[in-house]
T-cell receptor, first 112, second 113 residues
């Protein structure tokens, strides 16, 4: 089945680390993505991870993938007020398609 | 390099009307996908086009249709608009390749009155 779930809300203080979690159900997923959406804007691709990887680091972002548990997380180090946004994880099923299945989105609020 | 552009950015229509939304992908991108975003249903896949062919379709009624032109630009059409069609419609483009990174446009905000 196709289902991606995220917690709805996360509040952190500026300078702390944020960890946003995501669970998915499709074991045939090839790539998993993290997108950021600011108010009134489209989706900005932050990073992605191939399904045979465990971890990927990209500057302040660290993605961890536990394929056995179908669990994905995004860690943002030294969170800034500009990181306040909605974060979506998305999975790309296997096969010749670019279709993405998105999670429900997590609203990250960064307190100064 | 210019990003994905969508026109119009905002649109107000009344029930029963039809609407056409346009998406111009990043130069060189041949794949275009459309998504509907609503507070209740979140982000839902509408359809995907590659080289003028619909490659995949989401679970939406036949009132929703689309097409892609030879220059990769895409349009989507919604006929007989309903109040529930009010949403942000997002277009994404990508090259063909193993990771298929998709780049999204700013969206068209459709309000149906």
């Amino acid at each position: 089945g196709e289902d991606v779930e995220q917690s709805l809300f996360l509040s952190v203080r500026e300078g702390d680390s944020s960890v946003i979690n995501c669970t998915y159900t499709d074991s045939s997923s090839t790539y998993l993505y993290w997108y950021k959406q600011e108010p009134g804007a489209g989706l900005q691709l932050l990073t992605y991870i191939f399904s045979n990887m465990d971890m990927k680091q990209d500057q302040r972002l660290t993605v961890l993938l536990n394929k056995k548990d179908k669990h994905l997380s995004l860690r943002i180090a030294d969170t800034q007020t500009g990181d306040s946004a909605i974060y979506f994880c998305a999975e790309k099923p296997g096969g010749a398609t670019n279709k993405l299945i998105f999670g429900t989105g997590t609203l990250l609020a960064v307190q100064p | 390099k210019a990003g994905v552009t969508q026109t119009p950015r905002y649109l107000i229509k009344t029930r029963g009307q039809q609407v056409t939304l346009s998406c111009s992908p990043i130069s060189g991108h041949r794949s275009v996908s459309w998504y509907q975003q609503t507070p209740g249903q979140g982000l839902q896949f509408l359809f995907e086009y590659f080289s003028e062919t619909q490659r995949n379709k989401g679970n939406f009624p036949g009132r929703f249709s689309g097409r892609q032109f030879s220059n990769s630009r895409s349009e989507m059409n919604v006929s007989t608009l309903e109040l529930g069609d009010s949403a942000l419609y997002l277009c994404a483009s990508s090259v063909t390749g193993p990771n298929n990174e998709q780049f999204f446009g700013p969206g068209t905000r459709l309000t149906v009155l």
